[in-house]
């Protein structure tokens, strides 16, 4: 069962944003945080940090010199599990057995894609609920996306810098009902506005630029997060969505400063707020 973490929420105005001028990296404010919180909360914190592992260990397989520091596991680590497989989690090694094997378990789609498909399926059948929805959600707006570039012919999609780029962003991955509705409906929508909520301003965002689109698409995560540890005032799902946020602030410092800012300016509101309420549940 996760823990309570009253005096780590409630600090992280004060340890992550320095008066609102600046924030801890993601490692480090992760770093920080591991070493407070309960070894079964810690296995939660490292889910947050596999999306970053998935992309490096293609970055391994295919001898790329891209490497992020967020993930679990390092270069080295990462290498030397190529043949054995052991400390890494399941849908790796299920992923990486087939891949040796040059025996593809969803045909036709890339590696990355291959990957990303197992991970969904594991995190999206997990335990903690918070987990659970959030990876849900990442699945459905991913794949909404994807839906969405298949029908081209849009700014954004035009904008993307290669053939490779389009394709990619046009793959439908898992197979849920949403993942099915996106692959058989016809309608302008997908038939999915009455499933989920943020159908709509989806569609709208992806009407404009490619930086629209993506600021657009990260502001519904962003209240998602917010929507989901609505009532976890001391858990540790708090804790997940702060370092989940963090990672997006951190994106769009280096895309897009201004984003950033804002992003930024919206995470010391909203973690302030949260110090205010949680100081007067006591």
Known sequence: MSGSYYFLVAGLPDISL?????IPSFCDFMAETEEQVSSDDQKLLKLIRLPFDN???????????????????????????????ERLPR??????????????????????????????DEVTSHSNSFIREWYTFEL??????????????LKHFDELATERDRAISSVVIGRNDVAEQILRSSAPDFGLSSILPWTERVLAFSRGTL??????????RWETLSDLTAFS??????????????AMVERWKALDPETGRERLEKLTEELRAGFSVLDHAL
Not at 140 to 153: M, V
Not at 211 to 220: R, V, W, Y
């Open 18 to 22: 320095d008066e609102g001028k600046n």
């Open 55 to 85: 992309v490096n260990l293609v970055a391994v397989l295919e001898d790329s010199g891209e490497f992020d520091p967020r993930g679990n596991f390092s270069r080295e680590e990462l290498t030397s599990s190529l043949k054995n497989t």
């Open 91 to 120: 849908y790796m090694q299920i992923f990486l057995e087939a891949h040796h094997e040059n025996h593809p378990l969803f045909p036709g789609l890339i590696v990355r894609d291959q990957l990303n498909w197992l991970f969904f």
């Open 140 to 153: 459905n707006i991913r794949n909404l996306a994807a839906g969405i570039n298949s029908r081209k012919g």
């Open 211 to 220: 930086l629209d689109f993506e600021k657009g698409l990260d502001s519904i």
């Open 233 to 246: 005032y001391f858990g540790i799902e708090k804790v997940l969505a702060f370092a989940i946020k963090l």
